[in-house]
């Protein structure tokens, strides 16, 4: 058996596996989707530290199903995302290569077109 320090999470966005502290941990808080202080309780969705997760997830409307219901994505999430390292620069510097802008929808909204719910079982 190997001893393993952190739990494993499963990405929303791209499914697989990860140590927890290697994911970026989101809460829903009053409808929207923020990341998560450490230690914060509650129902979490876990997420690679890479955009492409975060666009999968919200494709997916991985994070309506994480947290039960019509949650925002909250823009601090989209910034934790797009400026790995660290977020919490004052100022914003574009990321390299990721078209970060007009992009933040409400994933609420995507929920009203077609909800394949039963088409996405994910139980294993
Ligand atoms: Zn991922």
Redesign the pocket.
Known sequence: MIAVATPERT??????R?GQDE?VRLVAARGRVVPARPGAPGRSAY??P?E??LE??EKKRAFARAFRGPVTLDPAVREVFTQPGDARSSHASPPDGAPATAKVQCSCAALHDDVPAAAVDERR
């Open positions: 990405c929303v966005g791209c499914r697989r990860r994911l997420l690679c890479e492409a997760c999968a997830a």
